[in-house]
């Protein structure tokens, strides 16, 4: 079972239908922090026995195709893992034999880089008489200064203690089997350890099949169906991921490789293999693998040119690694959130060393694609990946509940990038509104927090009043009139308002009685403005006005406008009926956002008046208006 509480319906209105973490039982949380420390007590205690079973399943999974190629190519199960695994042997002996002798070479050069050096800061300096050299002396003069004074000792008669007198301890010459194990011992533990990774791939790769069903019997052999896909896919993401990150990281250290040998750096393959190998340590990686070229070159070069061309080759090739190569091969995001990579990595690196730091990105992969795909462990995706927590309507409820205004905007930003604001109303702050209607409806919302609500909602509006709409969607799908017709079909932008529907007023917004109402209605305006109606907006109060008709002549359509759940059946009801009263000759339009056929408001409305044309969606309310526009403008200048 998730450690994460499951995911509860909101009893939103309906449309507007969207998923929130239930509230978790408080009685879990310090057995959650006991099984939490468990854990990492045994990985810790365990590390000698997980670090090899780790580094096979990762191997695996890059090796998988391989095997899998040669059985298409006709070769035998058995020994297409055989070769697959002798294969990953060969090259990664090879790349241990010469990363060893480029080492041993390095070594031998050394005291002439050390000489190369001294030279290079003597010149920097100015030897013993420059800048280092005062700083030196200026020190040593202060600590001995500051030191304690030495007691001058006392002369022979004076009965003072002799001096002592130094002892040298000399150990025996070493024997035969201590010289063997002191050789042969460091050894053991990386052959042993390289030993059982190479047994157990050889193991996981005959043997997936049988591993793969005893997985489902564990997480899911109910929904066998389901489960496989699930399993396969993600096998398959996991398994191109690592072989395209080792393609890629190998190829950089080859360019490396050559870059660094045009320079003329010693040892070029060494650090080539060196950045293909950090390139698997996210953020500090590339910086550790350019720190060893670059001393090379100050040691080396007894000027300061091989520096500056160490200094671009790792900063060009790296952005172009990680922007250009990486997205095009396998995404552009490897899944996981930044902050989850920095803490996979210092975890990791803290729990299991160097080896921790290098599989600390695969492994959380790994995680996260598993989150992804069984139910029971999506806590990893929610903890770990890269995807949105809350859906945009819930983001958008909670950062105009938590008064973040800055949240809103930078929300909103984020999607009108692409997509227009009609579309943002419609997809995320009217849905995110039914939300909080729903809440207040309830009785959970105070009035304290609904007005800072409606506060921060009406500055959003505020703000995108002057937003101009540059982006350029595919076409939209507007949807129904009215639940049982066709949708209709979406009208262009450009497309000209008649000139008598775009005067002042010519349509005339009412809003619910819903707390929630007011700020609809303004989007609704501001969406038909947009288009180049004429628009005047009122709230619920003015249908108790009795001159109304007289203060808007000009009206051509009324729309009434409500968040479904907000306005009571009887209340939109009534106010259809005066706005009927108020204006026979103007069209009446109402306006539910997120209503079905199953809606009590919209029942009542049917029930009043079957002809009345509905909305469910601002688009749809200016698609509306905007054939009728069309409809009535010949008729309109035939009566003229």
């Given at each position: 079972?998730s450690?994460?509480?499951?995911?509860?319906?909101?009893?939103?209105?309906?449309?507007?239908s969207?998923?929130?973490p239930a509230a978790?039982?408080p009685?879990?949380?310090?057995?959650?922090?006991y099984v939490?420390?468990?854990i990492?007590?045994?990985l810790?205690?365990?590390?000698?026995?997980?670090?090899?079973?780790v580094?096979?399943?990762l191997?695996?999974?890059?090796?998988?195709?391989?095997?899998?190629?040669?059985?298409?190519?006709?070769?035998?199960?058995?020994?297409s893992?055989?070769?697959?695994?002798?294969?990953?042997?060969?090259?990664?002996s090879?790349?241990a034999?010469?990363?060893g002798?480029?080492l041993?070479?390095?070594?031998?050069?050394?005291?002439?880089?050390?000489?190369?050096?001294?030279?290079?800061?003597?010149s920097?300096?100015?030897?013993?008489?420059?800048?280092?050299?005062?700083?030196?002396?200026?020190?040593?003069?202060?600590?001995?200064?500051?030191?304690?004074?030495?007691?001058?000792?006392?002369?022979?008669?004076?009965?003072?203690?002799?001096?002592?007198?130094?002892?040298?301890?000399?150990?025996?010459?070493?024997?035969?089997?201590?010289?063997?194990?002191?050789?042969?011992?460091?050894?053991?533990?990386?052959?042993?350890?390289?030993?059982?990774?190479v047994?157990?791939?050889?193991?996981?790769?005959?043997?997936?099949?049988?591993?793969?069903?005893?997985?489902?019997?564990?997480?899911g052999?109910?929904?066998?169906?389901?489960?496989?896909?699930?399993?396969?896919?993600?096998?398959a993401?996991?398994?191109?991921?690592?072989?395209?990150?080792?393609?890629?990281?190998?190829?950089?250290g080859?360019?490396?490789?050559?870059?660094?040998?045009a320079?003329g750096?010693?040892?070029?393959?060494?650090w080539?293999?060196?950045?293909?190998?950090?390139?698997?340590?996210?953020?500090?990686?590339?910086?550790?693998?350019a720190?060893?070229?670059?001393?090379?070159?100050?040691?080396?070069?007894p000027g300061w040119?091989?520096?500056?061309?160490?200094?671009?080759?790792?900063?060009?090739?790296?952005?172009?690694?990680?922007?250009?190569?990486?997205?095009?091969?396998?995404?552009?995001?490897?899944?996981?959130?930044?902050?989850?990579?920095?803490?996979?990595?210092?975890?990791?690196?803290?729990?299991w060393?160097?080896?921790?730091?290098?599989?600390?990105?695969?492994?959380?992969v790994?995680?996260?694609?598993?989150?992804?795909?069984?139910?029971?462990?999506?806590?990893?995706?929610?903890l770990?990946?890269?995807?949105?927590?809350?859906?945009?309507?819930?983001?958008?409820?909670?950062?105009?509940?938590a008064?973040?205004?800055?949240?809103?905007?930078?929300?909103?930003d984020?999607?009108?990038?692409?997509?227009?604001?009609?579309?943002?109303?419609d997809?995320?702050?009217?849905?995110g509104?039914?939300l909080?209607?729903?809440?207040?409806s309830r009785?959970?919302?105070?009035?304290?927090?609904?007005d800072?609500?409606?506060?921060?909602?009406?500055?959003?509006?505020?703000?995108?009043a002057?937003?101009?709409?540059?982006?350029v969607?595919g076409?939209?799908?507007e949807?129904?009139?009215?639940?049982?017709?066709?949708?209709?079909?979406?009208?262009?932008?450009?497309?000209?308002v008649?000139p008598?529907?775009?005067?002042?007023?010519?349509?005339?917004?009412v809003?619910?009685?819903?707390?929630?109402?007011?700020?609809?209605?303004?989007?609704?305006?501001?969406?038909?403005a947009?288009?180049?109606?004429?628009?005047?907006a009122?709230?619920?109060?003015?249908?108790?006005?009795?001159?109304?008709?007289?203060?808007?002549?000009?009206?051509?359509?009324?729309?009434?406008?409500?968040?479904?759940?907000?306005?009571?059946?009887?209340?939109?009801r009534?106010?259809?009926?005066r706005?009927?009263?108020?204006?026979?000759?103007?069209?009446?339009?109402?306006?539910?956002?997120?209503?079905?056929?199953?809606?009590p408001?919209?029942?009542?409305?049917?029930?009043?008046?079957?002809?009345?044309?509905e909305a469910?969606?601002?688009r749809?309310?200016a698609?509306?208006?905007?054939?009728?526009?069309r409809?009535?403008?010949?008729?309109?200048?035939?009566?003229?």
């Amino acid at each position: 079972m998730s450690d994460t509480p499951p995911r509860a319906r909101l009893s939103a209105p309906p449309g507007f239908s969207a998923e929130v973490p239930a509230a978790a039982a408080p009685a879990g949380g310090p057995s959650l922090v006991y099984v939490g420390i468990a854990i990492v007590a045994v990985l810790y205690v365990a590390r000698d026995l997980l670090i090899p079973l780790v580094l096979s399943i990762l191997l695996a999974f890059v090796l998988a195709p391989v095997a899998r190629a040669l059985r298409k190519a006709g070769a035998p199960r058995v020994a297409s893992v055989l070769v697959a695994v002798l294969l990953a042997v060969g090259m990664i002996s090879a790349f241990a034999v010469l990363m060893g002798r480029q080492l041993a070479d390095l070594a031998n050069e050394l005291p002439v880089y050390q000489a190369t050096v001294s030279r290079k800061l003597d010149s920097l300096f100015g030897g013993g008489g420059g800048l280092l050299g005062r700083a030196s002396d200026l020190l040593r003069d202060l600590g001995e200064r500051l030191g304690p004074r030495a007691e001058v000792p006392a002369g022979p008669g004076t009965g003072a203690a002799a001096p002592p007198l130094p002892v040298e301890i000399r150990e025996p010459a070493p024997g035969v089997l201590t010289l063997m194990q002191r050789v042969i011992g460091p050894l053991l533990g990386p052959v042993a350890t390289t030993g059982i990774v190479v047994v157990l791939v050889i193991f996981l790769l005959l043997y997936r099949e049988d591993l793969r069903d005893r997985l489902i019997k564990l997480i899911g052999s109910r929904d066998l169906q389901r489960t496989t896909a699930a399993l396969n896919e993600a096998a398959a993401r996991l398994s191109r991921f690592f072989l395209a990150q080792v393609a890629l990281n190998a190829g950089f250290g080859v360019f490396i490789s050559i870059g660094l040998w045009a320079i003329g750096i010693p040892n070029p393959l060494l650090w080539g293999m060196v950045a293909g190998l950090m390139r698997f340590v996210p953020f500090i990686g590339g910086v550790i693998a350019a720190a060893f070229p670059l001393l090379l070159a100050v040691a080396v070069d007894p000027g300061w040119t091989m520096l500056i061309w160490v200094v671009a080759l790792f900063a060009v090739s790296e952005p172009i690694m990680g922007q250009v190569f990486e997205p095009l091969i396998y995404g552009h995001s490897t899944g996981l959130s930044p902050v989850a990579v920095l803490l996979a990595t210092a975890f990791w690196a803290w729990l299991w060393g160097p080896v921790g730091l290098l599989v600390a990105t695969p492994l959380t992969v790994g995680l996260v694609v598993l989150g992804r795909h069984v139910d029971r462990l999506e806590f990893l995706d929610v903890l770990l990946g890269d995807r949105a927590a809350l859906e945009p309507a819930e983001a958008f409820y909670q950062r105009a509940l938590a008064g973040d205004g800055d949240g809103l905007a930078e929300q909103a930003d984020l999607h009108l990038r692409t997509h227009r604001v009609a579309t943002y109303y419609d997809e995320v702050a009217l849905r995110g509104l039914a939300l909080a209607q729903e809440d207040a409806s309830r009785g959970v919302l105070d009035r304290g927090r609904l007005d800072a609500l409606r506060a921060r909602v009406d500055d959003l509006l505020d703000d995108l009043a002057e937003h101009e709409d540059d982006v350029v969607e595919g076409p939209v799908t507007e949807g129904p009139v009215a639940p049982d017709d066709p949708p209709a079909p979406p009208e262009a932008d450009t497309e000209a308002v008649p000139p008598g529907w775009a005067t002042p007023g010519a349509v005339l917004l009412v809003a619910g009685r819903g707390r929630l109402d007011a700020q609809a209605t303004a989007m609704l305006g501001q969406v038909l403005a947009r288009r180049g109606f004429g628009v005047a907006a009122l709230p619920n109060d003015a249908l108790r006005d009795p001159d109304l008709a007289t203060r808007h002549p000009s009206v051509r359509a009324v729309v009434f406008s409500a968040l479904e759940g907000g306005s009571g059946a009887a209340s939109a009801r009534y106010a259809l009926r005066r706005l009927r009263r108020r204006f026979p000759a103007a069209l009446t339009v109402v306006g539910l956002w997120g209503a079905t056929r199953d809606s009590p408001t919209y029942q009542a409305l049917k029930a009043e008046a079957e002809t009345i044309p509905e909305a469910h969606t601002l688009r749809d309310a200016a698609a509306l208006l905007l054939r009728q526009a069309r409809v009535q403008e010949p008729l309109e200048a035939e009566a003229a």
